[in-house]
């Protein structure tokens, strides 16, 4: 394997392991682009955890989606809504 290769590759491993250890800044709804800069979400924004069997994911929604799942969602008694509200 050439140097340039081999340095190419380990960008590339590089990039990868830095995108899996921080959050997802875009929203996860299908179809959104709406994004945030900065190490934590701003107000209005809310992180998700989700766990499997398996594995685990974690992403984030705009205030919007996490307005709209807010309303999707049964029996937590507007919990969620209060986290949106207070984020």
């Known amino acids: 394997m ?4 081999s340095e190419s590759l380990e960008g590339t ?3 990868i ?3 899996l250890s921080e959050p997802e800044r875009m929203c996860a709804w299908g179809g959104c682009t709406k994004q945030f800069t900065g190490p934590t979400p701003p107000r209005g924004w809310v992180t998700l955890t989700i766990a499997g069997a398996h ?3 974690r992403c984030v929604l705009c205030p919007k989606h996490a307005r709209e799942l807010d309303g999707l969602l049964k029996g ?11 984020a």
């Open 2 to 5: 050439s140097s340039s290769t």
């Open 13 to 15: 491993i590089s990039e």
């Open 17 to 19: 392991a830095r995108r």
């Open 55 to 57: 594995n685990e994911r």
């Open 76 to 86: 937590i008694g507007g919990a969620f809504g209060d986290i949106v509200g207070s």
